[in-house]
């Protein structure tokens, strides 16, 4: 097992900085879809579920 570090930050109401291991990225969350800056799509299918793209 590996070891993960990961940090996020709110800006906004659906706005968020992550900060990780492998850089720094923002994430907007429009209804269930998010987007982040490196262009990895998510998508919420129920609660605590999810699909990426």
């Given amino acids: 097992m590996g070891f993960i ?3 996020t930050a709110k800006l906004g ?3 968020r900085l992550n900060i990780s291991k ?3 990225s923002v994430s907007r969350r429009i209804g269930p879809v998010t987007v982040n800056s490196r262009g ?3 998508i919420r299918l129920g609660k605590g579920l999810s699909w990426r793209l």
């Fill in 5 to 7: 570090f990961r940090r």
């Fill in 13 to 15: 109401k659906n706005t």
């Fill in 22 to 24: 492998s850089g720094a």
């Fill in 40 to 42: 990895r799509i998510r």
